[in-house]
């Protein structure tokens, strides 16, 4: 049980914390180039996505709630999966405006982060159902 614990929260802390670490600087929040109206849906995601991640680890770790908050996170890590499939459709990117792009082996980090994310989580509920067969 504490090891589903500390995947799920491992994960959560991906999006509470290293997300807007990595977005509150000048290529995000503070980007001179961005309009103000991107500015504050930026902000709103980042203070929601760490507001869900706050209640998703006093699910995990005060009610026990491990399918809750795994199916929450799923929405979160899984939402930006969705959102980049899709960056064609809108003109979305994962590149700076000077056209680098941070990569791990040339995959994009939110990518190589979330794409494991969402799999871990996929594989702890699907332990969980398995465990209860």
Not at 6 to 19: D, E, G, N, R, W
Not at 57 to 78: A, C, D, H, R, Y
Request: charged share 15%; with cysteine.
């Amino acid at each position: 049980m504490i090891t589903k614990k500390l995947t799920i929260s491992f994960v959560i802390l991906l999006y509470t914390i290293a997300v807007p670490v990595l977005e509150i600087n000048d290529t995000h929040v503070f980007n001179p180039d961005w309009t103000p109206h991107a500015k504050i849906h930026e902000v709103w995601q980042l203070i929601t996505n760490s507001t869900v991640g706050i209640f998703c680890l006093w699910l995990v770790w005060v009610k026990n709630e491990l399918k809750t908050s795994i199916l929450l996170s799923m929405l979160v890590t899984g939402g930006f999966l969705l959102a980049y499939s899709l960056q064609n459709l809108y003109g979305g990117s994962m590149k700076y405006l000077d056209g680098s792009e941070k990569t791990v082996l040339g995959i994009n980090i939110g990518v190589v982060g979330f794409g494991l994310a969402f799999i871990l989580l996929s594989a702890t509920i699907n332990s969980d159902k398995s465990n209860r067969n």
